[in-house]
């Protein structure tokens, strides 16, 4: 029995011996894999996860990457309204920042600030400027001469004294608006029915063609009105619609020149202050408003009624209107007012943005002045008022809640105002001329509009004439007088110009 025992344990041994050497340890290459897959399988299970993560914690800091690395353009101006646009701007374009700075123009502190800071790097790369001073950055070296612009503006037909405000002696452009402000007559229709006998736009427009009309409807408002109607307001309502009807410029060859038309401008305004054409309510006076809304009265208590006002496109949103109803309920002329281009064509006011010279990001601040100008789509949104409190939160939520801009502007862009012109057919504007259509009444008189005699030095001569004007009419001065004292006080302004 132990010897079958020993020859199963030699013949097992002798058969694994055989298998080895035919390869037979193909099991154990077998099992090897198998224990080895779960390894390889597992390996990826935990490196997936990780492969995965690392984008998910790198795509915050790729959309944070542009954040930071937005260009940044300075841009100041002396109303907030700006911001409104720059904000809009971001909108479409989330790659720049536009840090907006504001500094007030009552007392002059825009300008001091931005003389102060030209030359130095707090200078803003854009810059607003008033009509009454843009002719004096125009002229100088300070601003950028932005030529490549005129293709747009040809496309938006950018109205002709806009571009003419904005051009230098030497025809280059130095500056734009995306707003034009040709000035017209606003009327009561109620008195115009009660005197005249009708209220119709067509038929006033028609009396008052010139200034002989105009004169001759001041007389009758006196006669017919007993003396408690005045044709206007202040004197002062004449002073842009003559001015802007010169036929020479203040400056001629380092010369100053008092054109014939000033003459008629005094004279008139004389005229209408001796015969009691005017309530001499002072421009801006709280009384010039309290005739906006029925409410002016004399130191007896006496109603003082104005027939008409001279004020041009931002004078319906932003001054008639909101004057024409007082806060107490006293006086509500709203819905009493019609609007004519008047007897002379005029503008008032108006802003400009130019490009700083020295910025250093230049081409990108002529591509947003460029957009603030020219751009349809912009100009029509600024106009019908889609830059409302809730489309700016949305770009910036940190907005104030009065921040936006109304309906109404009048726009630089002729194309543009033929393609919106009717969308004010009716609303607050419309329901304020009782149905008329103020930007048809812009439009009309717009194209008569020059802009060809404005100089850089307007603003400094026009201010002299206030005090001696006023002496005049109040009979404490010759004209004749009143001619040498605004001509001493422009030697002092002008030591160099030459005053006859």
Known sequence: MRKQTLLAIFLMLFASVLLVACGGAAPAATEAPAEEEPMEEEAPAEEEPM???????????????PA???????????????MTMAIAYEGVNPDVDIVYTMAPMDAGEYQTKLKSALGTDEAPDIMALEASF??????????????????????????????DV?????????????QATPGAVFYRRSIAKEYFGTDDPDEIQAMMSDMDGFTEMAATLKDAGGGDVYMVASNREFENPYWANRSQPWVV??????????????????????????AQAGQWSEGWFAGMS???????????????????????PYV????ATTEDGSGDTAGDWGIVPGPLPYSWGGTFAGVLAESDNADLAKEIVTWMTTDETHLSNWALGVYDNAYLAAIDPSVPEDQGQAAGDFVSSQVVVEKIVGEFDGGDLAEFLAGQNSYAGFAAAAPAVSGALLQGSDDAIQRAFADPMNQ????????????????????IEFPDLIVP
């Open 166 to 178: 904005a051009t230098d002696f030497d025809g280059n452009l130095k500056a734009l608006s995306w």
């Open 472 to 491: 005049f009419l109040a009979g404490e001065i010759s004209q004749e007088e009143l001619y040498e004292v605004w001509k001493d006080s422009i030697r």
């Open 253 to 278: 060859d380092d010369t100053f020149v008092i054109d014939p038309k000033m003459d008629e401008y005094v004279e008139l305004s004389k005229m209408f202050r001796d015969e009691g054409y005017e």
């Open 134 to 163: 843009v002719r004096e950055y125009v002229e100088s070296d300070i601003l950028m001469t932005i030529n490549d612009l005129l293709p747009a503006a040809e496309a938006a037909g950018t109205y002709q004294y806009v571009l």
């Open 320 to 323: 008639l209107k909101p004057n």
């Open 51 to 65: 492969e995965e993560e690392a984008p998910a914690e790198e795509e915050p800091m790729e959309e944070e990457a």
């Open 68 to 82: 930071a690395e937005k260009t940044v353009i300075d841009f100041w101006s002396f109303t907030n309204e700006l």
């Open 294 to 316: 029925d409410t002016l009265v004399d130191a007896e208590g006496n109603s003082k009624q104005i027939f008409c006002y001279f004020l041009p496109t931002w004078g319906l």
